[in-house]
């Protein structure tokens, strides 16, 4: 599955999660952002991101971030999706990454539960 385009629209119940974690003192990261802020937009009837950002600037760490994320089914739980982001990519604020995505699972878990449409991980 790929990415939305801008001017398409998301599908009808689809939710936006956000999560952040703050990022190691002394990385380049750090110099621009404290923190990283992962975004998720995922259907509530099929659990799949369907959209993804990340608020690091440099366009090729962004781009995989973001095409690692899209697609990824989220019934199941993220330690694979974490387990296969730590051996494929490298960079100094990988585990804020990585936080802020489980914050990001942990907010999509709460608003499917409260609308039913998940199974219990």
Known sequence: ?????????????????????????????????????????VDLETSIIVDAGVNIDWDVINKFLRSKAIGLQLDNGIEGYVQSIRSMASFSAIESFIQAFKICYERYIEIASKNKTIKQV
């Open 1 to 41: 599955m790929g990415a939305y385009k801008m001017d398409e629209q998301y599908p009808p119940k689809s939710v936006l999660v956000a999560g952040y974690a703050q990022v190691p003192k002394g990385s380049a990261n750090y110099e621009q952002h404290k923190v990283i802020v992962v975004t998720l937009v």
